[in-house]
């Protein structure tokens, strides 16, 4: 199934957003613990995981374009938002996980709630050519790499 692709100026205010609510969360765990100062890292990566679920990805390139995939089963398409700068791609969503009454879950790892991930690419791409889909649970998204810009100085 194709993904609509908005292309974006910046993620910077979406990244951010999300940051204050990840450090406001690692505040709110350092508390509880009674301000001891030396696990600041741990209480951090407790919020995040709390507030946003990172699914894994993989970032290639080959021929000139980049492809990112992302394991994302369990998000409906129609939940995905994927934005695109000429460096960087945002992937969000809401990813649904339930235990049906009266089953004993004895193990689960499936993750549900706010699907948040950027990745970086090495360089810069061409927005207007970049594409996605996405099937049983992969998302994929080709990015080619934008020509490179010759700079020139005039030295007089």
């Given at each position: 199934m194709k993904i609509r692709i908005q292309k974006v100026?910046?993620?910077?205010e979406r990244v951010e957003a999300v940051q204050r609510q990840i450090a406001e969360r690692a505040y709110e765990l350092f508390s509880l613990r009674g301000s001891a100062i030396g696990r600041s890292v741990d209480d951090w990566l407790a919020a995040e995981r709390e507030r946003v679920w990172k699914p894994p990805i993989e970032l290639v390139e080959k021929d000139g374009e980049f492809l990112v995939e992302a394991a994302i089963a369990g998000v409906?398409?129609?939940e995905l938002d994927v934005q695109v700068t000429p460096r960087e791609v945002l992937i969000q969503g809401n990813g649904a996980h339930q235990h049906r009454p009266g089953e004993t879950v004895h193990a689960c790892e499936f993750r549900a709630g706010r699907l948040f991930r950027t990745v970086e690419f090495p360089r810069r791409v061409d927005i207007d050519k970049v594409r996605a889909d996405y099937q049983n649970g992969l998302l994929r998204l080709w990015a080619p790499a934008a020509a490179e810009e010759i700079r020139?100085?005039?030295i007089s």
């Open positions: 100026a910046s993620l910077v409906p398409p129609k020139t100085v005039d």
